[in-house]
């Protein structure tokens, strides 16, 4: 194999990745990049999930770029409206043609002796080895593995007659129309699943086994129509966008603040939306307090509409076993169903299981601690674009992205070829790097790195804090090590000077 080089190399070419590469062009132009993409079109989670219903579970003018305005009047948008978005903007910029698509990569090592990563991919359905180097690889592949979702293991599942699709892979050609269908799992998924499925199915039961906090927001936003229709294009999306910003960030403090007094606002507003006479202390009234676990979406009440309607239900019971025909309940009764949709989560798996290799030695990331949640401790030349649990996805990677160029345009003016984030305050402690009680986070923690008790090591989820640390922190900050030269480990010999 020969390998090709580059400056910079992006893994996964879906929002983070298209972000990436904007501003590596934009603040870097003299670096030299290129995408890998291991599937065979770009959009990463928007290409991915195909489920009917599949939308944003946050506002666009968030999620979207910050420069390049959106546009559709919805603010909660549909998959396909946000995958063109993404395809959009990756041609307006020229970025698709730097994507190499169907190339997995599989492993990664980086060599102090030459300051480089030699990174191996397996390209197309042959899986053909191919091999990269770079000087600074960048990790835009998400948090979790494409190849599979999370399945519990229920007694009986063998005895059902009709299928059990999970969403992440859901078929094209499932016939549900007219007919009686289980979705297991009451988290983002399920809660946008339910009320499309609703409009064809017979009837749709949602089956939780504990409440989730759901909230309804219009699905368009009228001051954001207003200031569109008032401001140039640029200007109105930069309003908006901080004003959803500001206010989310309110709310969330205000919740883990008060946590009691909000618990008890979001289950009235439910109770608007369902009548009096709907059971919401049962069905949804979570047993944690507000933002342990995300908040679930539903744009314009649909779910709630669904109910009413009579068109979908929930159950809130645990699985006692299948059934050739449903599902029998530990509560004793039965749900008929011809199709069972298991919403059940995802796998989290940084990085989609590449191997990682420092001079020899494998990583082991639950070994590592996080800094500023975007690089990793004794990880060098090395970042990943890593989204907020509370706030949309982009508004971290953006901020990821553009302290990387900071990084890269620093070192290129100080001569390094080496960054590398150093553990060496004695009184750091490690703590968990993520506080979620949601059991997707809680399956994966042992394989995660850990964050620190104070920054540069801590994750404070925070936009404003983060913009003013990423933007104007210092880049030499006493805890990342800079090398102007290549050096070889112990035992080996060093090119100083190159």
């Not at 904007?22 to 290129?34: F, M, S």
Request: aromatic share 12%.
């Amino acid at each position: 194999m020969t390998a090709d080089h580059v400056d910079v190399l992006i893994v996964g070419a879906g929002l983070s990745g298209i972000a990436a590469a904007y501003y590596l062009q934009t603040r870097c132009p003299g670096q030299r990049y290129a995408i890998l993409e291991g599937r065979a079109a770009s959009g990463g989670t928007w290409d991915l999930f195909r489920y009917p219903g599949v939308r944003s579970d946050s506002d666009m003018y968030t999620l979207g770029y910050s420069f390049r305005p959106w546009h559709n009047p919805k603010a909660i948008a549909d998959g396909p409206s946000i995958l063109a978005y993404i395809r959009e903007t990756a041609a307006a910029y020229g970025i698709d043609r730097q994507i190499r698509f169907n190339h997995r990569v599989v492993r990664a090592e980086w060599s102090s002796a030459d300051a480089r990563w030699t990174v191996e991919a397996e390209r197309g359905p042959a899986a053909e080895p191919v091999r990269l180097t770079c000087a600074f690889l960048y990790m835009c592949s998400g948090y979790y593995t494409y190849d599979r979702g999370y399945t519990p293991e229920w007694p009986g599942v063998e005895q059902f007659a009709g299928p059990i699709i999970h969403p992440q892979h859901w078929p094209p050609d499932l016939e549900y129309a007219g007919k009686q269908v289980v979705v297991i799992g009451s988290g983002a998924t399920a809660v946008t699943l339910v009320p499309a499925l609703a409009q064809n199915a017979a009837h749709v039961t949602m089956l939780q086994r504990s409440p989730t906090y759901i909230v309804a927001q219009p699905a368009e936003d009228r001051l954001a129509a207003w200031l569109r229709r008032r401001l140039p294009s640029r200007l109105a999306h930069g309003v908006i966008r901080w004003i959803y910003v500001l206010t989310s960030m309110v709310y969330y403090h205000l919740m883990r603040w008060q946590p009691a007094l909000t618990k008890r606002s979001l289950i009235k507003l439910v109770r608007a939306q369902l009548g009096p006479a709907y059971d919401v202390e049962t069905h949804f009234t979570p047993r944690y307090n507000p933002w342990d676990e995300r908040l679930c979406l539903v744009p314009d009440g649909d779910l709630f509409a669904a109910i009413n309607a009579g068109t979908a239900s929930v159950v809130t019971d645990h699985i006692a076993s299948f059934t050739p025909a449903g599902i029998r309940l530990r509560s004793g009764a039965e749900l008929a169903a011809d199709v069972v949709v298991t919403a059940t989560g995802l796998v989290l798996k940084l990085f989609h299981g590449v191997q990682l290799v420092v001079d020899g030695r494998p990583v082991e990331l639950s070994q590592t601690m996080s800094y500023k949640g975007m690089m990793f401790s004794d990880i060098p030349n090395f970042a990943a674009a890593i989204g907020y649990t509370n706030a949309s996805w982009t508004l971290k990677c953006e901020l990821v992205a553009r302290y990387v160029c900071r990084l890269l345009n620093h070192m290129d003016q100080q001569g390094y070829v080496q960054c590398s984030p150093r553990k060496t305050d004695p009184t750091l402690t490690e703590e968990p790097v993520l506080s979620f009680t949601s059991g997707y986070v809680q399956r994966a923690l042992p394989s995660l790195p850990r964050q620190g008790s104070r920054r540069p090591w801590k994750l404070y989820q925070n936009y404003l804090l983060d913009m003013i640390a990423f933007r104007f922190g210092k880049v030499d900050d006493g805890t990342m090590e800079f090398r102007r030269h290549r050096y070889a480990p112990r035992g080996a010999t060093a090119e100083e000077g190159q």
